[in-house]
């Protein structure tokens, strides 16, 4: 299997490691010459630094050039539906029959991005949290064109290089990630917005309640080890408590200039004087510790 | 400091381990002596399995024993509030001038739990997870009769018992942690309700995707390292898609026995085999054993 990461911004260049440190031969493209150098100077700085080792990858000169001989390619363009049609008709032009067509849009239905294109059946969504390499998930769906065997092999391709794949039935906006992430951030802003708790509070329930079981379950596994006779017996016992509660939760915030400002500086409260990039490194490096304990210990 | 643990069932017992490991007194009381038993020999059990050590706790007969000479009441009984009011009556009568009255509630204003009570201004809720001994967010929040002082010693005590108090300045139902648990629970029913995905793939989102950044950091913490700039740049460039997105998502889900029943047969499918009380045991183990990597590291 030979792999293609064509746009190698901070999304592509982290495919970049998934698929070295998986063992494959990895073809590296952007349509900026400059971020395809980069990008490699920033996978080898993060290969020398882990011990599972690799493949060095190749930068090409060439869309036709990477896909020439690959049977996966992960896109991972803007995110804007007109270039990445484009792209992906040039991608479907260039790429052998065999090789599946991967976008990492957190937006698009495949269905769009693949409309009218000859390949269409080989075009599937595989949107990963950022970054890849350290986050296992990868939302999966095909568009009303893809073939289920294309569905069915991206998912087992992504499980082969050590990703969790996530398969969806049909396109909603938002995908399943993107809309939960909005759910828990509404109500956050919410309650920060109402006066009820500073953002340090609200992020601590989470941080320290809430969320260290969410590493380990999602909502639906947490309820089933939250009563003894487990999710129907929690979801029967509190169902009228929670329908109440679901109905008394927070409407959308404005997202006015004042309210970002209020976050803005709830904010820089929790984290006084460390950096963002500090903060980011820290993230990754204990998501990684979180995800070895998890393999090593499991139900 | 001594310390009085009020109603022994799950969250209480769970409370006896907090207070002995950080070496306080504690006298242990439930209405129900048999309870109180087996509190003390499931806290037998646990205590021999923690390396930290920590006092025995003392069971005693009457709540006026339990109560004589301690500065801190950490009640947990049926969450009923008539029950609630009349045993916060007795404590409060039992209790010496100097006792704070904690209510582990996780429903009701202590502004109706302690109404007309000589020491209303020394009862406060402080709600955890469950439980407690695992898992160390509580929120603190007083009613309109407490005395700030006693909020803040509250929050200072609790702090040194190793746990991590979550300051409420308003009364809402749910408080903090039940809310943003319903908001995302309410999506993922939503999504699996309008078949988008199955519940392992709504679940798997979030344990190995958004999970292991909230085991981390809150919605607000996230945020900030998701752009270069910080919050203030992450919610001014994808405001309006958020936006967008808030008023996308479902409504409450009708709770009723047919879905129900499908949430139950997916979780069946995440873990099959495995009982609830085994998935229990794995999700405190490693919760502990996150919690000990955020306290070696951290940013």
Known sequence: MTVAVVGCGVIGRSWIRVFTRAGLPVRVWDVAPDAVRQALEWHAAVAARDARGGTTPTGVTSLEEALGDVQWVQESGPERLPEKQALFARMDAAAGPDAV???????????????????????????????????????????????????????????????????????????????????LVREAISLLDGGVADADAIDAVI?????????????????????????????????????????????????????????????????????????????????????????????
């Open 101 to 183: 067509l991967a976008s990492s849009t957190s937006t698009f239905d495949m269905t769009e991005i693949a409309r009218g294109l000859p390949g269409a059946s080989r075009c599937v969504v595989a949107h990963p949290v950022n970054p890849p390499h350290v986050v296992p998930a990868v939302e999966v769906l095909g568009g009303s064109s893809t073939s289920a065997d294309v569905v069915s092999r991206a998912c087992d391709f992504l499980a082969s290089v050590g990703q969790t794949p996530v398969l969806l039935r049909r396109y909603v906006p938002g995908f399943l990630l993107n809309r939960m992430q909005a759910a």
């Open 207 to 299: 941080r320290d309640g809430l969320g260290l079981r969410w590493a380990l379950m999602g909502p639906f596994g947490v309820a089933n080890t939250n009563a003894d006779g487990g999710a129907r017996e929690y979801f029967t016992r509190y169902g009228a408590s929670f329908r109440w509660l679901m109905d008394d939760l927070g409407g959308t915030p404005t997202m006015d200039p004042a309210l970002i400002e209020r976050i803005g500086e709830g904010v820089d409260a929790i984290y006084p004087g460390v950096s963002h990039e500090a903060l980011r490194e820290w993230r990754d490096r204990m998501v990684e510790r979180i995800t070895q304990l998890k393999r090593q210990d499991h139900p």
